[in-house]
């Protein structure tokens, strides 16, 4: 199984906006584009609001039914591991093995030696076509790098052997994520981790490093952008020569967990794989969250005051909210607006708050990654949330279709 050289990852934390995600793709594909939608949604996330794997497969259908999708779409079981993999064997057909809790585990003396042996081919100065300087490849960085890589390119590797037990070589797409830790990766890291999951038989299609710089939930990228981009570059040169070298599936990609709405690197990663013909995985999940409640509060009336009302219940639990997502939200709780003030603004002011369009007056980021982290408010108003994204689908839709085509796909592939 192969995606296309381009794919979407799209989270619905409610399941109602399928066909609205969809319909963004399948304008892009209609402007030369030949995009793979893949519906994620991770295991944590179910927790949250209830889901169960099932409901996204279902989702995805209904979407590519609706509107008579034709191209190759897939339903990815988002950060799994070992003890909650099986739940998602049925209704899923691309795995994202999460291995990050792993790295820097202990692995034996015969492990890490045979490591070591294996690599006396790349030590010294190795050349890697399109890396202007040679890496240099040392016994203590060997060292370092079994250290950090080895139990998790080993969890990696029990994880897929589980998979291709339970669904059959082939049948499914494999992720190896490796993003959920404070310290990036760099290319040379990249590159052994390949080796290792090569050695140990995991076919991996797409990798997801840990890249420089802050991947905050739902708003811009933060940090040194020059360095990304060499980092992104210089990984697309490990893939290639990891595919001649180590002989993984020659389709492999990097795969960008993005946390949403990266824009000012999204053009950056467009023209490097532009240039070096490479395919791309974009994952996206809380934005199209964003847009509901967006929509909600362009819709006025009832919508506008649920709108209101998750923002002051946010509001008013945002240190529980905000826990379990300290490494990825950065929040000046000096600059979030009142909740008296909030419940005063028109669906204009709320929705141009909310909304991420950088430079304009009126949007925070501090207000929208509140929002980001308060679906599990939502969550619990049930049907309540649930009734009115349903009563208002029309203009929710238009807010998520355009926010993945306009904002997300446009930027990323210069349409
Ligand atoms: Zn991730």
């Not at 897929?160 to 797409?173: E, T």
């Not at 595919?243 to 795969?255: D, N, T, Y």
Request: net charge negative; proline share 3%; with cysteine.
């Amino acid at each position: 199984m192969e995606l296309e050289k381009i794919s979407f990852g799209l989270g619905d934390r409610f399941s109602h906006q399928g066909e609205a995600q969809l319909k963004a793709i399948m304008k892009a594909n209609d402007n030369g584009l030949k995009i793979s939608p893949v519906w994620n949604k991770s295991n944590r996330e179910h927790t949250y609001v209830h889901s169960v794997p099932g409901d996204v497969r279902n989702e995805a259908n209904a979407a590519v039914n609706a509107l008579g999708f034709q191209g190759k779409y897939f339903v990815d079981a988002d950060h799994i591991n070992l003890s909650n993999v099986a739940g998602y064997v049925d209704c899923s057909d691309f795995f994202t093995l999460d291995v990050a809790a792993f790295i820097g585990k202990e692995s034996t003396i015969d492990e890490v030696n045979a490591f070591l042996s294996s690599c006396e081919k790349y030590k010294g100065m190795l050349a890697v076509p399109g890396i202007a300087e040679p890496l240099l490849v040392s016994d203590d960085l060997l060292r370092m790098l079994a250290t950090r890589f080895l139990a998790a390119t080993q969890q990696a590797s029990e994880i897929y052997a589980y998979l291709k037990n339970a669904k059959g070589a082939r049948n499914f797409i494999t992720e190896v994520s490796m993003d959920e830790v404070e310290t990036p990766q760099t290319p040379i890291e990249l590159l052994f981790v390949l080796k290792m999951l090569a050695d140990k038989g995991v076919p991996v299609q797409t990798i997801a490093p840990k890249f420089t710089g802050r991947f905050n939930k739902g708003v811009d990228y933060r940090g040194d952008v020059d360095q990304f981009t060499k980092e992104f570059e210089e990984d697309l040169m490990v893939l290639d020569f990891a595919v001649k070298e180590f002989g993984l599936p020659a389709e492999i990609k990097l795969s960008v967990h993005s946390g949403s709405d990266k824009f000012s690197i999204y053009p950056i990663m467009g023209q490097l794989i532009t240039k070096y013909d490479k395919g791309l995985h974009v994952k996206t999940a809380g934005t199209t969250w964003l847009e509901e409640v967006i929509g909600l509060a362009v819709a006025g009336g009832e919508g506008l005051a649920l709108a209101k009302r998750i923002y002051s219940n946010s509001y008013n639990r945002s240190d529980e909210l905000c826990a379990p997502y300290a490494d990825v939200i950065d929040i000046e709780n000096n600059q979030l607006p009142s909740v008296e003030e909030v419940n005063t603004w028109s669906s204009q002011k709320y929705a141009n708050t909310l909304r991420h369009i950088p430079g304009h007056p009126d949007y925070n980021a501090n207000f929208r990654q509140l929002i980001h982290v308060a679906y599990k408010v939502a969550a619990e108003m049930g049907e309540t949330y649930t009734d009115l994204l349903e009563k208002y689908a029309d203009i929710v839709g238009q807010c998520v279709e355009e926010n993945i085509y306009d904002r997300h796909l446009k930027r990323l592939f210069n349409l």
